[in-house]
């Protein structure tokens, strides 16, 4: 089955920029949809991105809208997020999911996850 591996993670101070990456190796059988979720201890789970890999159809939070760009490679087999003008409230381990297409929108679709990259933005 299809195994995520997250890198790019580090601390940056506010108004920095981080890129994440997201690795998937193995079948994707019809696995079209890549996320990026995060979550800090304490509080709930975010999506904060996502690509349908074949549309290249993307989604953002409201709280991450134009400072946060989802992508993927040529090969579809890597997801990006690239994060700029970061904030203090951007600190959490992020996750990146895959989910069959076309539950791109559907949080709960989401069922193969990487291990996460721990984010943290100082004031």
């Known amino acids: 089955h299809v195994q995520l591996v997250e890198s790019g993670g580090g601390s940056v101070q506010t108004g920095g920029s981080l890129t994440l990456s997201c690795t998937a190796s193995?079948?994707?059988?019809?696995?079209?949809?890549m996320g990026w979720f995060r979550q800090d201890p304490g509080k709930q789970r975010e999506r904060v991105a996502a690509v349908h890999t074949l549309s290249d159809d993307t989604y953002y939070a409201d709280s991450v809208k134009g400072r946060f760009t989802i992508s993927t490679d040529y090969t579809k087999s890597t997801a990006y997020l690239k994060m700029t003008d970061l904030k203090p409230g951007d600190t959490a381990k992020y996750y990146c999911?895959?989910?069959?297409?076309?539950?791109?929108?559907?949080?709960?679709?989401?069922?193969?996850w990487g291990q996460g990259t721990q984010v943290t933005v100082s004031s």
């Open positions: 999911a895959t989910a069959p297409g076309p539950y791109c929108l559907e949080p709960d679709r989401y069922n193969v």
């Open positions: 193995g079948p994707r059988n019809r696995r079209y949809c």
